[in-house]
């Protein structure tokens, strides 16, 4: 029979947990050997620890946060409320009222910059990924309300614009799998969206960009409830979804993922061939000429 520890799920909790301690262990230039013989474990049970392949005691946390110095009230309390949650699996709110963790808890960016593939279907509009700065900027303004500092609008258009550096490694993989809708949505105007699509042309041109169009003829298809996105993250992590909504975003991780990657599967099939989306991208990038 696998013991508990074989049983372990590596969840995001316990991921996001162990990167923490490590950068923590690191920013004090403190070695796997000194701060596991500090602990009374081997240094091989803590990097599993810090790996997220067996989950971290509460109280070699608590312990440890001494070692490093965290004495923050906010953030012990969340690093020590994470081990203890480490087990739970399959859906959490990013951020709801009264919640331990918050905004900089789990982000779009630290599940994309560890995920091996990038899996995104859209109803409404171009994922951020592939957004253009026009349509970036515009979307943002529409967020913000007509009072926003332009400091702030600026500020949230920077960090949309750098996390498209991930695309960059090629060790990383992105599909998209648009709704035809989205193709036909004036976001900014004629100029934008026509500079949006020739971008979508553009970029799928790297091997390691797949963008896809459902058409709008295709009929009922399991996009029934709506954009997600879908992060198949290296072994042995699960898979992580994750679902905007109004009040937030909903995560959801291990069996309940499996839905959103069946659900994926299915979507492709629905959808125009990559030759065949690019193709109707062009096309529509010319009728807006």
């Known amino acids: 029979m696998p013991t508990k520890r074989e049983q372990f799920v590596q969840t995001i909790r316990a991921q996001w947990l162990g ?81 331990v963790y918050d905004a900089t808890f789990v982000d779009y960016p630290w599940l994309e910059s560890r ?77 934008v969206l026509r500079g949006q699509l020739e971008h979508l042309k553009e970029i799928s041109r790297r091997p390691q960009i797949d963008i896809r ?9 399991d996009g029934t409830y709506g954009s997600f996105f879908l992060f198949q993250m290296p072994p042995p992590y699960p898979a992580v979804s994750c679902v905007e909504h109004l009040a937030g975003r909903l995560f959801v991780e291990a069996t309940s993922a499996e839905r959103y990657e069946k659900a994926y599967a299915s979507l492709r099939e629905a959808a125009l061939s990559d030759s065949e989306s690019v193709a109707l991208i062009a096309t529509l990038a010319e009728e807006l000429s």
């Open 115 to 191: 995920a091996r593939e990038i899996c995104a279907y859209s109803t409404m509009i171009v994922p951020g990924l592939l957004q253009t700065a026009g349509y970036a900027e515009t979307m943002i303004r529409h967020y913000e309300g007509s009072a926003a500092a332009e400091h702030r609008v600026q500020k949230w258009l920077h960090l949309r614009l750098d996390r498209q550096k991930v695309l960059n490694d090629k060790d990383t993989r992105l599909t998209a799998i648009l709704e035809e809708s989205v193709l036909h949505r004036p976001v900014g105007g004629r100029g």
């Open 213 to 221: 169009v459902i058409p709008t003829n295709a009929g009922a298809h």
């Open 19 to 99: 990167q923490r301690m490590r950068e923590l262990r690191d920013d004090r230039g403190l070695t796997l050997k000194y701060v596991a013989a500090y602990l009374g474990v081997e240094f091989s049970t803590l990097a599993r620890y810090e790996r997220a392949e067996w989950p971290f005691r509460r109280d070699h946390v608590m312990a440890l946060l001494d070692v490093y110095g965290v004495y923050d009230e906010r953030d012990r309390t969340q690093l020590v409320q994470l081990a203890q949650d480490a087990w739970r699996i399959n859906k959490w709110e990013e951020d709801f009222e009264g919640a």
